[in-house]
């Protein structure tokens, strides 16, 4: 069985002109923007069906989003270096980029425990209000999301880096798919810090 | 990989420090418009501007799908429109609730 390999890992499907990988990560990317699409809706129903909503600056620390806007923000960064770098040639680099992107997204999660901490130490729970309900649904699955992406990036900084060795096209192609992945979770935060922190 | 490919590649970086500046840069203009208390429809039309044009920068360039297959264009066609479905969706509650 080990003999059987699964085709067009790494050369494209003729009909697709993708390799299988990269369509699966986009068809799975575009079942999350149905997931988070309708936690959205919800959030735009609850909100304009409300007698009144609070404003997010006045309930949520504005400056600790940012920050945390800003490290997801370099993540990508550095997660489309570590892409770059294997592309390149350049096995420490790549190893140095992704470190520095699972770090980041360590950083934004703890960031989140302080806001999440801090909230509960003041008695907003997501049973206390709406705002609240929407707030830790919306940033709770984020969250979920930020730690999925840490465990794949660990993965493909640790074990997974043998394949590098083997067959170093086929793991390009692997950093490139959690790539993709990483910067959705990006592109998510980017619609949900203004929506959820200034509005 | 050849001269020419790790070429392409050093342009693909220089593109990506750029990114990085105009997303750093957007993200502190919406956060700087959020101080200035416009009127609602206003603040919302500004703040999902800027998150489109961030969203679309990403997508795009960290994405790569400025340069993808047409077969990923369009799922993610189909997925904007059933998108779209799902927003507006709650509007044909509208009638009922009045």
Redesign the interface.
């Known amino acids: 069985m080990s003999d059987i390999a699964i085709p067009y890992m790494v050369k494209p499907h003729p009909v697709?002109?993708?390799p299988n990988g990269k369509?699966g990560i986009?068809?799975f990317l575009?079942s999350e923007?149905?997931l988070f699409?309708?936690l959205?809706?919800s959030y735009?129903?609850l909100r304009?069906g409300a007698e009144s909503w609070p404003r997010g600056?006045d309930e949520l620390n504005?400056p600790l989003a940012?920050v945390n806007?800003?490290v997801l923000?370099?993540s990508?960064?550095t997660?489309?270096?570590s892409w770059?770098s294997l592309?390149?040639?350049n096995l420490a680099k790549y190893r140095l980029y992704m470190g520095l992107t699972v770090l980041c997204a360590f950083i934004f999660l703890v960031i989140k425990y302080f806001e999440y901490t801090s909230k509960f130490h003041h008695n907003h729970f997501p049973s206390t209000s709406n705002f609240f309900g929407i707030y830790f649904t919306l940033t709770g699955l984020h969250g979920i999301h930020v730690i999925g992406g840490i465990i794949v990036n660990v993965y493909l900084l640790t074990a997974g880096t043998s394949l590098w060795h083997t067959d170093p096209e086929h793991f390009t192609n692997r950093v490139e798919n959690a790539?993709?992945y990483w910067?959705?979770v990006?592109?998510v935060w980017?619609?949900l810090?203004?929506?959820l922190y200034?509005? | 990989m050849d001269a020419a490919g790790h070429d392409d590649i050093q342009h693909h970086v220089r593109v990506y420090v750029m990114v990085f500046i105009a997303l750093a840069c957007l993200t502190a203009v919406t956060v700087g418009v959020s101080y200035l208390h416009l009127g609602r429809a206003a603040a919302i039309g500004v703040a999902l501007t800027i998150a489109g044009i961030k969203g679309g920068l990403v997508a795009g360039y960290f994405m790569h799908l400025v340069s993808e297959r047409k077969v990923i264009y369009w799922v993610l066609s189909l997925t904007a429109v059933f998108f779209l479905f799902v927003l507006f969706l709650p509007l044909l509650t509208v009638n009922e609730a009045q």
């Open positions: 697709t002109g993708l369509l986009w068809l575009a923007v149905m699409g309708a959205f809706s735009v129903l304009t600056a504005v940012t806007t800003m923000i370099i990508s960064v997660m489309v270096m770059a592309k390149m040639k790539g993709l910067h959705f990006d592109l980017i619609f810090f203004p929506s200034l509005l």
